[in-house]
């Protein structure tokens, strides 16, 4: 509230439905690209952007290359101002340009991240935003088996959690993905496992499953030691072959029209379309995926290596 009547009120980009009935005179949307339903968020706020003489909305975002961020560049109506990371460098830490700008520049992830552009997909990733926007959903069919897969990180790094299931239609299975649980990079080890329980408990899955080339042991002990962990079905996987060939097989089912995603996962939607083996680092968010749609998929027509 401000003292001469306004009112602000701030609404998620999870529950469009928040936005159906309010009416505005402004917006301020940040990170539209990250939101899990960006399209129907922008459809339902703009129903009620309404009042005043000129109705207007402010967005900022990394313009990640999804498809309200390019409908909202090509509108006549949108007037787009763009920046570097460079250009704010003064009220960064010094610390921080120099770590960014030795990982990141000369990257494709570095000219989105670093210098505002939209990418266009890396021809050589073999999942694209088309193949994952024509499989996506907002509902699922019921699902008989619902997994939380972990990529533990080695050291320090991220540890990647997906949460997925799997359904039937019209006699063939199919998987979901649900959530998507990553810690952030650094994150103690009882931080990621609380969260992979707790995502294990909130779904009602059948199987915590974790890869265990690096962690080992180490793993299933931070799991049982958690609030919630000494109760969870774990089982553990171990890499044979390179990440891209486990992959291969599940974005396979992207093209045939047998996994979805539900709603938008932006951070593992950018490893899947970005990921080029060797030239970048270890896509965590990824191989949780791939970890949970294989195990879900056994037995299924389609067989998935290890």
């Known amino acids: 509230m401000w003292p001469n009547g306004s009112a602000a009120t701030i609404y998620s980009g999870d529950e469009p439905d928040q936005l159906r009935g309010p009416q505005h005179h402004r917006a301020w949307v940040d990170e539209l ?11 339902m706020l703009e129903m009620g952007l309404r009042l005043g003489d000129s109705p207007q909305v402010v967005v900022t975002s990394t313009p990640r290359p999804i498809p309200i961020i390019k409908r909202l560049v090509a509108d006549s109506q949108t007037v787009v101002t763009t920046g570097s990371t460079y250009e704010n460098k003064e009220n960064l ?25 939209i990418l266009d997909d890396d021809p050589r990733a073999l999942w694209n935003r088309a193949l994952l926007e024509t499989s996506r959903v907002t509902q699922t069919p019921d699902l008989y088996r619902i997994i939380v897969a972990i ?68 793993v299933e002990r ?31 089912l992207w093209e045939q029209g047998r996994a979805h995603m539900v709603g938008y996962y932006s951070d593992l939607e950018e490893q899947l379309c970005s990921y080029v083996p ?9 191989d949780a995926m791939v970890w949970g749609a294989t195990l879900l998929m056994e037995g299924a027509a389609v067989s998935l290596f290890l």
């Open 222 to 252: 931070v799991i049982r030691t958690v609030p919630g962990g000494k109760v969870v079905n774990y089982q553990t996987v171990r890499a044979t072959r390179g990440k891209y060939t486990r992959a291969e097989p599940v974005c396979a």
């Open 33 to 43: 690209a990250k939101f899990r339903y960006p399209q129907e968020t922008w459809d």
């Open 278 to 286: 060797g030239e970048s680092d270890s896509p965590d968010r990824l």
């Open 151 to 218: 990529d533990p990180p080695a050291t320090t790094g991220q540890a990647g959690i997906i949460v997925a299931g799997v359904g039937r239609i019209d006699d063939q299975d199919h998987v979901y993905v649900l959530d998507d649980v990553t810690t952030e990079e650094g994150a103690k080890p009882d931080v990621w496992a609380s969260a992979a329980v707790g995502a294990y408990h909130k779904w009602g899955a059948d199987t915590l499953v974790a890869e265990i080339n690096n962690g080992g042991d180490m």
């Open 93 to 117: 830490s010094e610390r921080f340009i120099q770590r960014v700008v030795e990982r990141y520049e000369g990257t494709r992830l570095g000219q989105q991240e670093l210098h505002g552009q």
